[in-house]
């Protein structure tokens, strides 16, 4: 059964941060500085500086973090990573979040993830009397540094409700896509349209790299026409420049078309362009481009 939700209020209400990497830092600093109190744990506890220099309260494992947080928020890697901090590792459930949730309170993967790990999540914490919502993100480290994130949640309404103010703190388009699950399902549209954008772009710009084109006024003409938006704005822009630094790592992408593919044959789709794109990535990875950003696809579709 469960209890009733926790109210969420600056000053507080205890946030827990689970993940403090590119994109997870920014998030967590945006809620820090809304006022609420903040308790962080993190892998590598170097990346944690930030916030703990500005008073937040350092965990050594989740276990601990969940047990002294009304609301929970995970930004890990993979799918395995976000099974080991909710149902600790093999053997040892009580390490893990859900084993120590209070009653009424909110957990938050925010990571992007499995459809059918996030229903497993929320089943798991319903039994607790507490609440999970899956809140995959879209925007890379632009979005989060700047708030402006895209959030898509799976799960509880009134739980969806109540978090709503931490939300707001991180992103801008944010939105309730059904029960759970459903915001991981609508994180798989976000990166099968991705796919086969950021090809389009790359190839493009080798196009114009090969005609003599000046790529910076190429970027500024058709950016504001029906080829603009993210992926041709921002990452364009710095495959122009030369600059593959991670905002969002090629591993976590070809990651994430995995899991979109093994979800579209589950559900009796041939999505080819999608296949194609995590094929050309691999082969990416493969000759040196794991830790790059995704726009590093452009050095090995140029190279040709």
């Known amino acids: 059964m469960q209890h009733g939700i926790v109210t969420v209020t600056p000053g507080t209400t205890a946030v827990?941060?689970?993940?403090?990497?590119?994109?997870?830092?920014?998030?967590?600093v945006h809620i820090q500085a809304a006022g609420y109190p903040l308790h962080v744990f993190t892998r590598t506890r170097d990346k944690a500086a930030p916030v703990l220099a500005a008073g937040a309260t350092w965990h050594d494992?989740?276990?601990?973090?969940?047990?002294?947080?009304?609301?929970?928020?995970?930004?890990?890697?993979?799918?395995?990573?976000?099974?080991?901090?909710?149902?600790?590792p093999e053997g040892a459930p009580e390490q893990g979040i859900l084993a120590n949730l209070k009653p009424g309170a909110v957990a938050i993967d925010m990571t992007t993830s499995s459809p059918s790990l996030a229903e497993r999540i929320a089943e798991a914490a319903r039994t607790r009397g507490?609440?999970?919502?899956?809140?995959?993100?879209?925007?890379?480290?632009?979005?989060?540094?700047?708030?402006?994130l895209a959030i898509m949640v799976g799960g509880d309404a009134a739980a969806f409700d109540a978090v709503r103010p931490l939300f707001e703190q991180m992103g801008k388009g944010i939105a309730r896509l059904g029960p759970a699950g459903a915001g991981q399902h609508t994180k798989m549209v976000n990166q099968t349209v991705i796919a086969s954008t950021i090809l389009g772009v790359a190839e493009g710009l080798a196009y114009g790299k090969a005609a003599g084109l000046d790529l910076d006024q190429v970027l500024e003409v058709i950016g504001g026409g029906a080829a603009g938006g993210f992926q041709l704005n921002v990452l364009g822009k710095r495959m122009a420049?030369?600059?593959?630094?991670?905002?969002?790592?090629?591993?976590?992408?070809?990651?994430?078309?995995?899991?979109?593919?093994?979800?579209?044959e589950r559900m009796a789709l041939d999505l080819e362009s999608l296949t194609l794109a995590r094929?050309?990535?691999?082969?990416?990875?493969?000759?040196?481009?794991?830790?790059?950003?995704?726009?590093g696809i452009y050095k090995m579709i140029a190279a040709k």
């Open 61 to 88: 494992d989740p276990a601990a973090l969940a047990a002294a947080c009304d609301v929970i928020v995970t930004m890990v890697g993979y799918p395995a990573d976000v099974e080991a901090v909710y149902f600790g």
């Open 130 to 148: 507490a609440y999970a919502l899956d809140a995959p993100v879209s925007g890379g480290d632009v979005g989060a540094q700047n708030a402006t």
């Open 16 to 28: 827990g941060f689970i993940g403090l990497g590119i994109m997870g830092r920014s998030m967590a």
């Open 279 to 295: 094929t050309l990535f691999e082969r990416f990875a493969a000759e040196g481009g794991r830790e790059d950003g995704t726009q």
């Open 241 to 264: 420049e030369g600059d593959f630094a991670p905002g969002f790592y090629v591993h976590h992408f070809i990651k994430d078309m995995g899991i979109a593919g093994a979800e579209a």
